[in-house]
Antibody, heavy 120, light 107 residues
Framework: DVQLVQSEAEVKKPGESLKISCQASGYTFTTYWIGWVRQMPGKGLEWMGI????????RYNPSFEGHVTISVDKSTNTAYLQWSSLKASDSALYYC?????????????WGRGTLVTVSS | DIQMTQSPSTLSAFVGDRVTITCRAS??????LAWYQQKPGKAPKLLIYKASTLESGVPSRFSGSGSGTEFTLTIDNLQPDDFATYYCHHYTAYSYPFGQGTKLELK
């Protein structure tokens, strides 16, 4: 089956680092972009950034650039979203999502989401 | 950056009603627009892409229209399963902004 499997929920303290994952299966990982979308509690969807695993070309929403890092590990078909210093405002549900193709970039495949809670 | 604005933020309707949600882009986006449905605790589900193309498996009571800066999602003959939050989404090579969402509630 074609799917994106995300890592489990995390509870962290402000200032801690975190790396969450999104493992792809059922398709050629290196030929599809993978994006990350944030959903804060009770709020809407916000696109954070997107990466092309084939060459690690990465594009960020300016609102998130510098605060998160998106990367991939081609050997494990996994995309990552990481923070070096979490803030309470990073508490949210994070989805990974795959565009249909490089031309038609609507997200047709989604992970189930990883809930991140940042609290002292 | 292109901004996407949906209206209304909340919509109340009865089963069987026809409803329309509007999405406006801050500049022309041709037809590079998708619509998603999201239910609580679930990932968004693609309904429509390229403004008006129905995703496989999505009931035909859903339809999309528009081009340029104004788009609509229409749901005919509302069913109980349709009460959810709907998002428009502009997609390009460098930016993927979402609308703020429209919550469709049972009246």
């Amino acid at each position: 089956d074609v799917q994106l499997v995300q890592s489990e929920a995390e509870v962290k303290k402000p200032g801690e680092s975190l790396k969450i994952s999104c493992q792809a299966s059922g398709y050629t990982f290196t030929t599809y972009w993978i994006g990350w979308v944030r959903q804060m509690p009770g709020k809407g969807l916000e696109w954070m950034g997107i990466i092309y695993p084939g060459d690690s070309d990465t594009r960020y929403n300016p609102s998130f650039e510098g605060h998160v890092t998106i990367s991939v590990d081609k050997s494990t078909n996994t995309a990552y979203l990481q923070w070096s210093s979490l803030k309470a405002s990073d508490s949210a549900l994070y989805y990974c999502a795959r565009p249909y193709t490089s031309t038609h970039r609507y997200f047709d495949l989604w992970g189930r989401g990883t809930l991140v809670t940042v609290s002292s | 950056d292109i901004q996407m604005t949906q209206s209304p933020s909340t919509l109340s309707a009865f089963v069987g009603d026809r409803v329309t949600i509007t999405c406006r882009a801050s500049q022309s986006i041709n037809t590079w627009l998708a619509w998603y449905q999201q239910k609580p605790g679930k990932a968004p589900k693609l309904l429509i892409y390229k403004a008006s193309t129905l995703e496989s498996g999505v009931p035909s009571r859903f339809s999309g229209s528009g081009s340029g800066t104004e788009f609509t999602l229409t749901i005919d003959n509302l069913q109980p399963d349709d009460f959810a939050t709907y998002y428009c989404h502009h997609y390009t090579a460098y930016s993927y902004p979402f609308g703020q969402g429209t919550k469709l509630e049972l009246k």
